[in-house]
């Protein structure tokens, strides 16, 4: 059974670094075929793709954050550490973390894919 | 920026089918954008529909299809049933970063 749990705090103060953690089971950051993906919802609006990362440390950040943004995984341990730094009130969303495929045994297709999600976080930047 | 654009809203009698699009700003939609498709209920996590354009995931009842139709990437419901009524995401990427839709709420009446 695939799961993911997002885990961090729910309040941050505006300027301050956010690190959140998907803890995963079911499945291994070592699977040379997976990966795990960031998203993030603010209240009331859309979802937003993040960044992700494979087993082979292959990584991608949206364009617009870029800067602030940094993902890691620990094997081991069997989770995907996301920070955003600088903090500011607009960055107030539920965050979600999903895995990702990148290969599709059943049509032998590469492409990114997402199948199993976390409940989400809800993270509050208020000072 | 790459914007991928849906319809805000579209409205469906039950037992009837729907098309909702995805369109990306960089021009027509191929498969090579791996289009992803996930339906989200109030107050509940995304789930995932379909991926790699046409493709179910075991959970995804057969009454969604994914398509390209007309350089978008399409999302088809048909037979809609009351509980096919929620927010519908498409997901594309572009150069292995992946930039979601503004979603689609559809709404069965």
């Known amino acids: 059974q695939v799961t993911l749990k997002e885990s961090g705090p729910v309040l941050v103060k505006p300027t301050e670094t956010l690190t959140l953690t998907c803890t995963v089971s079911?499945?291994?950051?070592?699977?040379?075929?997976?990966?795990v993906s960031w998203i993030r919802q603010p209240p009331g609006k859309a979802l937003e793709w993040l960044a992700h990362?494979?087993?082979?440390?292959?990584?991608s950040y949206t364009t617009s954050l870029k800067s602030r943004l940094s993902i890691s995984k620990d094997t081991s341990k069997s989770q995907v550490v996301l920070t955003v730094t600088n903090m500011d009130p607009v960055d107030t969303a539920t965050y979600y973390c999903?895995?990702?495929?990148?290969?599709?045994?059943?049509?032998?297709?590469?492409?990114?894919?997402?199948?199993?999600w976390g409940q989400g976080t809800l993270v509050t930047v208020s000072s | 920026q790459t914007v991928v654009t849906q319809e805000p809203s579209l409205t469906v009698s039950p037992g009837g089918t729907v098309t909702l699009t995805c369109a990306s700003s960089?021009?027509?939609?191929?498969?090579?954008?791996?289009p992803n498709w996930f339906q989200q209920k109030p107050g509940q996590a995304p789930r995932a529909l379909i991926y790699?354009?046409?493709n179910r995931h075991s959970w995804t009842p057969a009454r969604f299809s994914g398509s390209l139709l007309g350089g978008r990437a399409a999302l088809t419901l048909s037979a809609v049933q009351p509980e096919d009524e929620a927010e519908y995401y498409c997901?594309?990427?572009?150069?292995?970063?992946?930039?979601f839709g503004g979603g689609t709420k559809l709404t069965v009446l």
């Open positions: 999903a895995r990702t495929l990148n290969y599709d045994i059943l049509t032998g297709y590469w492409g990114n894919y997402f199948d199993y």
């Open positions: 079911g499945f291994s950051l070592s699977n040379a075929r997976m990966g």
């Open positions: 990362i494979f087993s082979n440390d292959e990584k």
């Open positions: 960089t021009g027509a939609v191929t498969g090579i954008y791996n």
């Open positions: 790699n354009t046409n």
């Open positions: 997901l594309l990427y572009f150069g292995g970063r992946g930039v």
